[in-house]
């Protein structure tokens, strides 16, 4: 089953083996570092808590445009603002943790292979979780799930190192305690002590100790978690101000159960993550199911734990999160490195299989096929979106599917079948390197708004002020100038313009951005307002009090005469 070093101790070569693919691992998941700014949906939201906590040095509850944010716990933001006002940049504080959880990660699955099985096999496990798209996308992504990988494998870790290599009672606590630096990163923190449930049906009795060593972990646990809830607990409800005790419900209650058993977004099928998910994001190790299935069963069959613990703990938290309603690609990620783990006796031997090398080419070709295609069809029939993304970021889109289309085919086709894993290796860094440092360079001032919040600053009148309704958070955080908001997430969005219609009446110099499909927003009258174009899949306007007044003005006059209105839409939509 295994080769290489038993025990686990690592020769010289097997040490520069994951040297190697150590250096691998940060030029992949390093491609692009600080090359961009946060993008939506989610990065600009939580740059801007991360900024606005390190500016105004309230650290315990986060904020958004001084609103209380009660969806996530504060540990990510604490890290991100740490790090802002360390480095002084957004792009490396932001996007820094999720690369380091990653490189983290990596160390913890080869380690764990290594005392598991042997070196060797530990650097295939490595490179496989390396290799797997998923992994790398999050290391690249400014999202608290990167984060939460760190500690959701570290938790995994410890208590793997206990339950299957102890007694090590050590790293028993680690494992809880990073449970809970996970529960206080997201709520599904504590996904690695579901671990135990396995380990009690099939390995109860194979660790043996005194019973108090056993309850340390779970002190643990409480007391990380204490740490932020006795005070956050103390300081909402002994405030004596409402929107305190309303954060402390949301982040203890709707943000938790409630989301997982009645969200309110995300609806997918109970089958989203095997159907949609997988067969995707957790290429190429998907590839080898029909082969690692068989050896599974036996596995099982045998009781052998190293492998049955962390298949057993996968299968619990896909079957978790697809009892919810409620569900992204992203939250089956903890699960990836205990699925590297459960495959990695075998790695070494399937991918010299020639079944297994065939199917591996297939696919890079494959792939390459499709992105030749897609080159095809956007230069024979170009899309208008893609068109405008040309002409804001200069991005030739054909260009940049050919080369991609290349680097695959390349990869599939002139990798000789003993060498099929070195292919996908090259295509996934070149492919990574041609994202990291040429696609989102050219497409971020269009993916982060500073391209239209420079279009908001050249269209305020000279001196003017801005103030925005219903706003996008990376509008916020690319105004380059104040800007004064009217409340975030507000439900009473038609009493919010108005509260900024009123503010700009105030001074002849004052805008405000609003969306056109902004509850209680007219599109203004012919000559009045600015129309700034699409953004974000929605069309801004910037006006004044008075472009606003003589247009319900026109509209009295029109609807008095009896006739319908027919108000201009720009842009030719």
């Given at each position: 089953?295994?080769t290489g070093?038993?025990?686990?101790?690592?020769?010289?070569?097997?040490?520069?083996?994951?040297?190697?693919?150590?250096?691998?691992?940060?030029?992949?998941?390093?491609?692009?570092?600080?090359?961009?700014?946060p993008w939506?949906?989610?990065?600009?939201?939580?740059?801007?808590?991360?900024?606005e906590?390190?500016?105004?040095?309230?650290?315990?509850?986060p904020?958004i445009?001084?609103?209380?944010?009660?969806?996530k716990?504060p540990?990510?933001f604490?890290v991100?603002?740490?790090?802002?006002?360390?480095?002084?940049?957004?792009?490396?504080?932001?996007?820094?943790?999720?690369?380091?959880?990653?490189?983290?990660a990596?160390v913890?699955?080869y380690?764990?292979?290594?005392?598991?099985?042997?070196?060797r096999?530990?650097v295939?496990a490595a490179a496989?979780?390396?290799?797997t798209?998923?992994?790398?996308?999050e290391a690249?992504?400014?999202?608290?799930?990167?984060?939460?990988?760190?500690?959701?494998?570290?938790?995994?870790?410890?208590?793997?190192?206990h339950?299957?290599?102890?007694?090590?009672?050590?790293?028993?606590?680690?494992?809880w305690g990073?449970?809970?630096?996970?529960?206080?990163?997201k709520?599904?923190?504590?996904?690695?002590?579901?671990?135990?449930?396995?380990?009690?049906?099939w390995?109860?009795?194979?660790?043996?100790?005194e019973?108090?060593?056993?309850?340390?972990?779970?002190?643990?646990?409480?007391?990380?978690?204490a740490?932020?809830?006795?005070?956050?607990?103390?300081?909402?409800?002994?405030?004596?101000?409402p929107?305190?005790?309303a954060?402390?419900?949301?982040i203890?209650?709707?943000?938790?159960v409630?989301?997982?058993?009645?969200?309110?977004?995300?609806?997918?099928?109970?089958?989203?993550?095997?159907?949609?998910?997988?067969?995707?994001?957790w290429?190429?190790?998907?590839?080898?199911?029909p082969?690692?299935?068989?050896?599974w069963r036996?596995?099982?069959r045998?009781?052998?734990l190293?492998?049955?613990?962390?298949?057993?703990?996968?299968?619990?938290?896909?079957?978790?999160?697809?009892?919810?309603?409620?569900?992204?690609?992203?939250?089956?990620?903890?699960?990836?490195?205990?699925?590297v783990?459960?495959?990695?006796?075998?790695?070494?031997?399937l991918?010299?299989?020639?079944?297994?090398?065939?199917?591996?080419?297939?696919?890079?070709?494959?792939?390459?096929?499709v992105?030749?295609?897609?080159?095809?069809?956007?230069?024979?029939?170009?899309?208008?979106?893609?068109?405008?993304?040309?002409t804001l970021?200069?991005?030739?889109?054909?260009?940049v599917?050919?080369?991609?289309?290349?680097?695959?085919l390349a990869?599939?086709?002139f990798?000789?079948?003993?060498?099929?894993?070195?292919?996908w290796?090259a295509?996934?860094?070149?492919?990574?390197?041609?994202?990291?440092?040429w696609?989102?360079?050219r497409?971020?001032?269009?993916?982060s708004?500073?391209?239209f919040?420079?279009?908001v600053?050249?269209?305020?009148?000279a001196?003017?002020?801005?103030g925005?309704?219903?706003?996008?958070?990376?509008?916020?955080?690319?105004?380059?100038?104040?800007?004064?908001?009217?409340?975030?997430?507000?439900?009473?969005?038609?009493?919010?313009?108005e509260?900024a219609?009123?503010?700009?009446g105030?001074?002849?110099?004052?805008?405000?951005?609003?969306a056109?499909?902004?509850?209680?927003?007219?599109?203004?009258?012919?000559?009045?307002?600015t129309?700034?174009?699409r953004?974000?899949?929605?069309?801004?306007?910037?006006?004044?009090?008075?472009d606003?007044?003589?247009?319900r003005?026109?509209r009295?006059t029109?609807?008095?005469g009896?006739t319908p209105?027919?108000?201009?839409?720009?842009?030719?939509?």
């Amino acid at each position: 089953m295994a080769t290489g070093t038993a025990g686990g101790n690592a020769t010289p070569p097997q040490r520069w083996a994951f040297g190697w693919v150590l250096l691998y691992a940060v030029l992949v998941l390093g491609a692009g570092f600080g090359a961009r700014d946060p993008w939506p949906a989610d990065e600009p939201r939580f740059a801007l808590i991360a900024k606005e906590m390190a500016a105004s040095g309230n650290w315990f509850i986060p904020r958004i445009a001084g609103e209380l944010y009660p969806d996530k716990p504060p540990l990510f933001f604490w890290v991100v603002a740490g790090l802002y006002r360390i480095t002084g940049s957004l792009r490396v504080a932001l996007f820094l943790p999720a690369l380091l959880a990653a490189l983290g990660a990596l160390v913890l699955v080869y380690d764990l292979a290594r005392r598991l099985w042997s070196a060797r096999l530990g650097v295939f496990a490595a490179a496989a979780l390396t290799l797997t798209v998923q992994f790398a996308e999050e290391a690249h992504s400014g999202q608290i799930d990167g984060f939460l990988l760190g500690w959701t494998t570290l938790s995994l870790y410890g208590l793997l190192r206990h339950l299957l290599l102890g007694p090590a009672w050590g790293w028993w606590v680690v494992g809880w305690g990073a449970a809970g630096l996970g529960v206080i990163t997201k709520g599904v923190g504590f996904l690695p002590l579901l671990l135990l449930i396995p380990f009690l049906v099939w390995g109860r009795g194979s660790v043996r100790g005194e019973w108090w060593r056993w309850l340390v972990g779970p002190l643990a646990l409480v007391a990380v978690i204490a740490a932020w809830l006795v005070p956050m607990w103390v300081a909402t409800t002994g405030s004596g101000d409402p929107a305190l005790t309303a954060y402390r419900d949301e982040i203890l209650l709707r943000q938790t159960v409630t989301r997982y058993a009645d969200p309110w977004g995300h609806f997918r099928p109970p089958w989203y993550f095997v159907v949609n998910v997988i067969p995707v994001f957790w290429l190429p190790l998907v590839l080898l199911l029909p082969w690692l299935l068989p050896r599974w069963r036996e596995s099982w069959r045998g009781r052998d734990l190293r492998v049955v613990l962390p298949l057993a703990w996968v299968v619990l938290v896909l079957l978790f999160f697809s009892l919810s309603p409620g569900k992204r690609g992203v939250y089956i990620l903890p699960a990836l490195p205990a699925l590297v783990l459960a495959a990695a006796p075998w790695l070494e031997g399937l991918l010299h299989t020639k079944a297994v090398q065939r199917l591996l080419r297939f696919t890079l070709v494959g792939i390459g096929g499709v992105l030749l295609a897609a080159a095809v069809w956007v230069g024979w029939w170009p899309n208008a979106e893609v068109q405008r993304i040309e002409t804001l970021s200069g991005l030739p889109v054909v260009a940049v599917l050919l080369v991609a289309a290349a680097v695959f085919l390349a990869a599939g086709m002139f990798t000789g079948y003993g060498r099929v894993a070195v292919g996908w290796a090259a295509a996934m860094l070149g492919v990574w390197l041609i994202l990291g440092w040429w696609v989102a360079p050219r497409l971020d001032g269009e993916r982060s708004a500073a391209l239209f919040m420079g279009q908001v600053r050249a269209a305020l009148p000279a001196g003017g002020e801005l103030g925005v309704v219903g706003w996008k958070e990376q509008f916020i955080l690319q105004a380059g100038m104040p800007v004064t908001d009217f409340g975030y997430r507000r439900p009473d969005k038609e009493k919010e313009l108005e509260e900024a219609l009123a503010w700009a009446g105030q001074s002849p110099g004052r805008r405000v951005l609003v969306a056109e499909d902004h509850p209680g927003f007219v599109v203004p009258a012919a000559g009045r307002g600015t129309f700034l174009g699409r953004q974000h899949r929605q069309r801004w306007w910037l006006v004044s009090a008075a472009d606003m007044e003589v247009t319900r003005m026109v509209r009295s006059t029109t609807f008095a005469g009896g006739t319908p209105e027919t108000a201009s839409r720009p842009g030719g939509e």
